[in-house]
């Protein structure tokens, strides 16, 4: 028979002294564990003498929501108790709650424990310390055992050290308010070195940067001596852009492992893993990666690779069409959480921003790819559309350091935002254009009118 809430709202009525046993009538270990679930916010008066026997209870689940409902009652005289789990449990579940349970004590009595535990090898475990002792931060010798933390070789130790002892953004002032952009980068296109223009960029100007990268030597338009040094060229792009984001702002990359063919019969073709080797530099910039989503095409788009397996099924020579590219998503480093973020807006702006009901729920974001007889890899308006709904505010300043076409800056103003595009290659330059000299022209609003400027135009536009 299933337990009822009954005997345990009876028994948090019961006075300390009392010696009634809730689980006295219990024979099965799911009868404890559903009663130890259900208990809820505790009373002060709360008896916690049938409680303790359960700490070393054979069933790893009991113990830790006796270990849990210990740390409720928040009492000095279980400490001891729960300091032997922590020591001892084999399971590393039971101890990392203790630990918890330890920290919900909130006397200085603690602390000595809790520092002792900030050596454990459980990085969980050192994380419930860390989080018991903060509370106590001000403290001088809580404050030199935290410190020395930031050396913990666990990165999730290191970050919520640096972020309450060493922020770099702690006190920080920026020269506009965080919705706010430059009259003179809105709706603007530059032709030239995506490099040299961003030096003329004020920090801390775009809200989300949204681009594909040229290909390594698989377009005309992107031929670098080497891998290496096309993976150089886009750490320079992208370390520049990090100074350019406002703080906790997103950066979306979309980019995919690239082919380059065989000479000859006699040698291999050679695949080269893009998105996996710009994350290597994109991290040690300041880029926290957030998601992946992938970029689903339908196979009849893509190049078939599959043909000769097809004959011959023989194993090892099996070669995949590639129906995916990858939008890796980055945050920009902050010890602010994404509400810090929101909150800078006003109700209006958040209202008219919210996405509307149909939006993707997963990561795996099927659209078709664009053709175009000018620009070999357009971005789809869809693709654009979503990334620009889902990571940015209307009014906010979109930037895309590689813009061939212009598709983002197109639907970015559709969407109520401003945009700031680069582009080195001429063709595309004047291509991007004639395109929204159609669309826009004379009859658009002075202060949405999209402008294009070559780098020494651009230079004699700046004011701040």
């Not at 130890?36 to 009373?43: K, T």
């Not at 000769?308 to 090892?316: D, E, T, Y």
């Not at 920009?332 to 810090?340: H, P, R």
């Not at 940015?392 to 930037?399: A, C, E, H, M, P």
Request: net charge positive.
């Amino acid at each position: 028979m299933e337990p009822t809430k009954e005997p345990i709202k009876g028994h948090r009525k019961k006075a300390p002294e009392s010696s009634v046993n809730i689980f006295t009538d219990c024979t099965e270990s799911g009868e404890i564990l559903s009663i130890l679930r259900g208990l809820g916010r505790l009373p002060i008066c709360f008896n916690d003498s049938c409680i303790i026997p359960l700490v070393a209870d054979p069933n790893q689940k009991i113990r830790f929501w006796s270990v849990k409902t210990l740390g409720k009652t928040k009492r000095i005289k279980n400490l001891n108790i729960l300091e032997k789990v922590a020591k001892e449990d084999e399971s590393t579940e039971v101890r990392r709650e203790a630990i918890s349970s330890i920290g919900r004590i909130r006397d200085k009595r603690i602390l000595p424990i809790l520092i002792q535990f900030l050596g454990d090898a459980d990085p969980k475990v050192v994380l419930q310390a860390i989080r018991g002792l903060l509370v106590f931060k001000a403290d001088p010798q809580v404050a030199d055992e935290l410190k020395k933390c930031a050396k913990h070789p666990n990165e999730m130790v290191q970050k919520i050290i640096e972020k309450e002892y060493f922020s770099k953004n702690s006190g920080k002032r920026t020269q506009q308010a965080h919705p706010e952009s430059y009259a003179f980068l809105k709706n603007v296109i530059v032709s030239g070195d995506v490099r040299e223009i961003l030096q003329l960029v004020p920090d801390e100007s775009f809200h989300l940067t949204f681009t594909s990268p040229p290909y390594y030597n698989a377009r005309d338009y992107s031929i670098y001596k080497s891998y290496q040094e096309y993976l150089n060229f886009l750490e320079q792009v992208f370390s520049k852009t990090y100074d350019k984001t406002k703080e906790g702002r997103f950066l979306i990359v979309n980019t995919s492992p690239i082919i380059i063919p065989r000479v000859s019969r006699q040698h291999s073709s050679t695949r080269y893993p893009i998105p996996f080797d710009i994350h290597n530099f994109l991290v040690p910039i300041g880029w926290e990666f957030i998601d992946d989503i992938v970029w689903e095409k339908p196979e009849s788009s893509v190049k078939n690779r599959n043909a000769g397996f097809l004959q011959h099924r023989k194993p090892l020579a099996y070669k995949p069409n590639a129906v995916t590219e990858y939008l890796m998503v980055y945050r920009k480093k902050t010890d602010k959480l994404i509400d810090w973020n929101i909150r800078q807006y006003d109700s209006d702006t958040v209202n008219k921003s919210k996405v509307k009901d149909g939006y993707e729920t997963s990561n795996v974001w099927k659209i078709d790819p664009v053709y175009n007889k000018v620009h070999s890899a357009v971005f789809p308006t869809a693709l654009c559309k979503r990334v620009i709904e889902y990571y940015s505010y209307q009014g906010d300043l979109i930037f895309d350091p590689f813009a061939g076409s212009g598709t983002l800056g197109r639907v970015a103003k559709s969407l109520g935002r401003f945009f700031f595009l680069t582009e080195k290659e001429p063709k595309y330059f004047h291509y991007m254009k004639s395109l929204y000299s159609k669309e826009g022209g004379l009859l658009e609003k002075e202060e949405s009118r999209s402008t294009f400027l070559t780098l020494k135009e651009y230079k004699n536009t700046i004011k701040i």
